[in-house]
């Protein structure tokens, strides 16, 4: 059992930046890969990036190459999306998920997830 708590989501102009975490519990955070979603209103949930469970293989949205990066810390059980030049299309609730040793674009397929932040970009 793994639970996710993400923090780090507010209110920011377009341009400005925030930095996520997503916090996991248990020992076997190191076999999970990770990724972070967002959900905007009326929208289906969609894929931003993910990483692998050593943090040496990432994968973004393209819309978000060169403005996210996400990595991992797991010596303190923790992911982490920093996330700069933000548009109002950034505009969503973003969650945390982990999957068992492969990470994946498809939320289905992941096996927890967090209870996700806001993140609300003014124009």
């Known amino acids: 059992q793994v639970q996710l708590v993400e923090s780090g989501g507010g209110l920011v102009q377009a341009g400005g930046s925030l930095r996520l975490s997503c916090a996991a519990s248990?020992?076997?955070?190191?076999?999970?890969?990770m990724g972070w979603f967002r959900q905007a209103p009326g929208k289906e949930r969609e894929f931003v990036a993910r990483i692998s469970t050593s943090g040496g293989s990432t994968y973004y949205l393209d819309s978000v190459k060169g403005r996210f990066t996400i990595s991992r810390d797991n010596a303190k059980n923790t992911v982490y999306l920093q996330m700069n030049s933000l548009k109002p299309e950034d505009t969503a609730v973003y969650y945390c998920?982990?999957?068992?040793?492969?990470?994946?674009?498809?939320?289905?397929?992941?096996?927890?997830w967090g209870q996700g932040t806001q993140v609300t970009v003014s124009s």
């Open positions: 248990g020992r076997t955070f190191s076999s999970y890969a």
């Open positions: 998920a982990a999957r068992i040793y492969r990470g994946s674009t498809y939320h289905g397929e992941y096996d927890y």
